[in-house]
């Protein structure tokens, strides 16, 4: 049994304060700041993304390596 001295308690650890950055009232805000400061929203079409294949496919051959 472990002594009280060992023990480490979740109390003395101070609490970090949680936000909610993701409230919709928190979004419509910074939104609306976005805006004010004169930043423009652009809208991106489905299935456009904004990865760039920078190497060709990659096969991967199963089984045995065939030696020349």
Do not use: C, W, Y
Request: charged letters at 25%; aromatic letters at 2%; zero cysteines.
């Amino acid at each position: 049994m472990a002594s009280a001295k060992t023990v480490k308690s979740a109390k003395n650890k101070p609490l970090k304060e949680q936000t909610d950055d993701f409230s919709s009232k928190n979004i419509e805000d910074q939104v609306e700041s976005f805006l004010a400061s004169g930043g423009k929203i652009q809208e991106i079409p489905l299935g456009v993304s904004g990865q760039v294949a920078t190497s060709g496919p990659r096969h991967i051959t199963l089984g045995k390596r065939h030696s020349n």
